[in-house]
């Protein structure tokens, strides 16, 4: 069935669409009227009822801080080729005192289409270290033993973020990971079931701490993710729990009277 938006909600959308981006005012407008619009619809039917923002282009985000400044840019730009992504964060936070994580940088670069050069091809004319050995190489001084371990090794027990910027735990060796937060939810909470998972109530993948967890079907995940959640401010999300439940709820019992039918 078509969507008839009325009134009202265009009203909504002449008064906000001034002052929002579409994917914030999406959001507006699914909590206000417990839709599931997404950006491009909001987006078209801005434009078929000529509702204007009335901003220029880059009017919205003019004056909001970016991760670089300019010199910060040049810097990447002009040790990218040389740096892994690795070395060039820590240069990058060394030299400008910045506290940048890998996963901020390598987004950054990808945004703004900064390119390394490096393909991971053999240049022409270019000779391959092991050329002229066939086979198996054999082992030689700088060789591992039997029993030693590489110095790049952690122990059981170590944590590290992700490039989503997820905090995982190491359980096992060699190399088995687990999420920390999904971890600490079974610690104190039991097994987490199949259809469900275990988010951040603050949407903040840093803040790993167990009042910070909350266990949810993955339904609600998926109406959450759909409606624009996570960029709601703090004041309105028990609002917009409770606003997703509900919907739920009525899903549930259309469900159940068409079984019926």
Known sequence: MRFVYSQAQLAF???????MCLEDLAAAFNLRFSTDKTPGQIKS???NHSILCYRSKGELNKGRGMLLNDKQIDFVKANYASMSRQELTDALNKKFKLTLKLSQLIAFVKNHKIRSGRTGHFKKGQVPHNAGTKGLI????????????PQNRVPVGSTTVDTDGYHKTKVAEPNQWEFTHRMLWEKANGPIPNDHAVVFADSDRSNVALENLELISRSELS???NTGFSKLPTELRPVAKNIVKLRMKVFEIKRKKKKVA
């Open 13 to 19: 959308l002449r008064k906000h669409y001034p002052m």
């Open 45 to 47: 039917t801005c434009k």
């Open 138 to 149: 054999k082992a030689n001084s700088g060789s591992f033993k039997k029993g030693n371990s």
């Open 223 to 225: 109406i959450r993710n």
